[in-house]
T-cell receptor, first 113, second 110 residues
């Protein structure tokens, strides 16, 4: 079984709709992250959480919100989706370490029409 | 200026070639340097990490860091078609300030 799972794997939606992407992990890690990946721009950090009570904005948090429901669950919401939020979204986890190795989920491909 | 710069490629080489992938960075505070490999339709996975300037080897892979030039490299010897993937460099300082490069897509032709 995968250690980091993301649902849905693919989603097509329309402009203005509210969308939630979910991430679950069985690795027992406290730290969780949401990234988006765009061609030529690489991975950009949206939000991160170092424990259940800790939520931090990343590089590109505008238009996004998150919820850390439990140690194992971290959800990303797009309150009102727009076409330039079309991207591949990854959830990742890590435990505290000097190099902060991150373990990524399989990704969610989101298309906003 | 981006914190981390990486040539997006694509880089196409014949099987058996030596591959050199590179990143430059601007912040001298970076302490740890990582290389992640991402296969198509998968999430990235850590390939190697290193701390100090110099070389670190792991099988066919060598990670090199030159802090004085703010330049890191990943060398792949005897490249195989299974090495075809996107390679992302990543860097961290203060244990929680981390940045990824944009990734270089590598294609190793049989």
């Amino acid at each position: 079984d995968a250690d980091v799972t993301q649902t849905p794997r693919n989603r097509i939606t329309k402009t203005g709709k509210r969308i939630m992407l979910e991430c679950s992990q069985t690795k027992g890690h406290d730290r969780m992250y949401w990234y988006r990946q765009d061609p030529g721009l690489g991975l950009r950090l949206i939000y991160y959480s170092f424990d259940v009570k800790d939520i931090n904005k990343g590089e590109i948090s505008d238009g996004y919100s998150v919820s850390r429901q439990a140690q194992a669950k971290f959800s990303l919401s797009l309150e009102s989706a727009i076409p330039n939020q079309t991207a591949l979204y990854f959830c990742a986890t890590s435990e505290p370490s000097v190099h902060n190795e991150q373990f990524f989920g399989p990704g969610t491909r989101l298309t906003v029409l | 200026q981006k914190e981390v710069e990486q040539d997006p490629g694509p880089l196409s080489v014949p099987e058996g070639a030596i591959v050199s992938l590179n990143c430059t960075y601007s912040n001298s505070a970076f302490q740890y340097f990582m290389w992640y490999r991402q296969y198509s339709r998968k999430g990235p996975e850590l390939l190697m990490y290193t701390y100090s300037s110099g070389n670190k080897e792991d099988g066919r892979f060598t990670a090199q860091v030159d802090k004085s030039s703010k330049y890191i490299s990943l060398f792949i010897r005897d490249s195989q078609p299974s090495d075809s993937a996107t390679y992302l460099c990543a860097m961290i300082y203060n244990f929680n300030k981390f940045y990824f490069g944009s990734g270089t897509k590598l294609n190793v032709k049989p």
